[in-house]
Each structure stands twice: as structure tokens, then as C-alpha cells.
């Protein structure tokens, strides 16, 4: 089943820094295992990833690092801030009010 693109797009911050909380990452391995993590559902194009990467970082939230690993070729890893920390934490506090709410709505039949 899809899921219309209009509901992920209040997510996708949550769902990269989330990622980024557990481990530092390049672009491709994040659209991988945002993938897998939610069995196909979520797929992000680079086109998509990529300015949501670049407007964290603007906002302090991610930095960036150049990673050149033996016989691999170089890349741009991504790791959170402790300022991303804390919009990450304010994050998962909207989502679980938000969450909370339209279950309240919809009713459990459909959780």
C-alpha cells in the first residue's frame, strides 16, 4: 500500500534525525535504511534527502564531514548536533501529541 506523499512530508526530519542520533551517515545509506527500517514505504529520492540535509545543516542541526575509508571512495557523512539533539527530542514530543490525537479520531480499529 502506498502512503500519499503529503503525509510524510511533516515527517521527514524526525525520521533523518532519528537516524542521525544513532550513527553518522552518507545521503545513500540513509535513503537505505530509511527503506528498510520501514519496509518499503518510506522511500526517499537523493532529490528529496538532499535539501532537507542541506536546510539541517543551515539550521545547526547537522554538520557535516568529508570520510575517505580504505579502498572505499570518499564521502559526505552527516552527524547531529547537540542543538539537533534537542529539535529532535522537541520533535518526538510533537509527534506523540499528534500521534495521540488522530488515533483519538480515527478510532483504534485502524492502529
Not at 17 to 28: D, F, I, S, V
Not at 34 to 52: D, V
Request: hydrophobic residues 40%.
Amino acid at each position: 500500500m502506498g502512503i500519499d506523499k503529503e503525509l510524510l512530508k511533516g515527517s521527514t526530519v524526525i525520521l533523518v534525525l532519528t537516524l542521525l542520533e544513532r550513527e553518522a551517515m552518507y545521503g545513500y545509506q540513509m535513503i537505505k535504511e530509511i527503506e528498510k527500517r520501514s519496509n518499503g514505504i518510506f522511500s526517499f529520492k537523493e532529490g528529496t534527502l538532499y535539501p532537507i540535509l542541506h536546510a539541517l545543516e543551515a539550521d545547526g542541526f547537522v554538520e557535516s564531514f568529508w570520510s575517505e575509508q580504505a579502498g572505499a571512495r570518499k564521502r559526505k557523512y552527516y552527524r547531529i548536533t547537540d542543538r539537533g539533539r534537542s529539535h529532535l527530542q522537541q520533535k518526538q514530543r510533537e509527534w506523540a501529541i499528534f500521534r495521540s490525537a488522530v488515533d483519538k479520531v480515527i478510532g483504534e480499529e485502524y492502529v
